[in-house]
Structure formats: C-alpha cells, structure tokens
Nanobody, 128 residues
Framework: QVQLVESGGGLVQAGGSLRLSCAAS????????MAWFRQAPGKEREFVAT???????????YYSDSVKGRLTISRDNAKNTVYLQLNSLNPEDTAVYSC??????????????????WGQGTQVTVSS
C-alpha cells in the first residue's frame, strides 16, 4: 500500500506562486507514475500533470494545456516526494489539488481511474 500526503496549499494573490508537496510512504515510489489532479467546486476532477519513469534515469512529464508553461512537476526519489510548482497563478487555478500514484498509468495517464492511490488533497485559493 502507498500512502500519500499533500502539503503546501494556501491562499495566494493572483500572479503569485506556491509549491505543493506530496510525500509518499509505505513503498518506494521511484518507479511509480505520480500525478497531480485538481477539482474546483462544482467541477469534475481535472488532470494537471504527471511524471513517470521511462527507463534508466529518465522520467517523462506531461501537462494539461491549461497549465503548461506555468506549472512544473518534479520528484525527489531520495525523499519519496513529488512536487508541483505553481507560478503565475490566477483565480481559475483555485481548487483542491490531489496527488495520485500508480505502478503504471499507460496512455490514459490523464484519467483519474488510471491511479490507485490518492492523497487527501490540499486547498489552493487564488484571490484576484
């Protein structure tokens, strides 16, 4: 079993930045696909970004078009932790951000159903 705990959310003004962390425990997740999703009030859960092992020391990343260029996903395998750096935030980024993990996410990496482990989420609120 993998347990995921997010942290780093909060209230920030438009244009500001935050760094979210997702600490994993229970298993080493260096070979797992790790992802961030977000859910705004009244909306469906939305894919944000993923980072996954593609062999050797190479990790590949994918981003949703809505956040590409503003958000960066990264991981520190020594700390069993994944990060999401959020820059140039705007009120439309307000949501609960959740971390997810899977042994293998495949081509449907953007679907919540591709992940079997989830954190409880952390709230990000961007004021205008």
């Amino acid at each position: 079993q993998v347990q995921l705990v997010e942290s780093g959310g909060g209230l920030v003004q438009a244009g500001g930045s935050l760094r979210l962390s997702c600490a994993a425990s229970g298993r080493t997740v260096s070979s797992y696909a790790m992802a961030w999703f977000r859910q705004a009030p009244g909306k469906e859960r939305e894919f944000v970004a993923t980072i996954r092992w593609s062999g050797g020391i190479i990790y590949e990343t994918y981003y949703s078009d809505s956040v590409k260029g503003r958000l960066t996903i990264s991981r520190d395998n020594a700390k069993n932790t994944v990060y999401l750096q959020l820059n140039s935030l705007n009120p439309e980024d307000t949501a609960v951000y959740s971390c997810a993990a899977a042994r293998y996410s495949g081509t449907a990496y953007y679907l919540p159903a591709s992940y079997g482990y989830w954190g409880q989420g952390t709230q990000v609120t961007v004021s205008s």
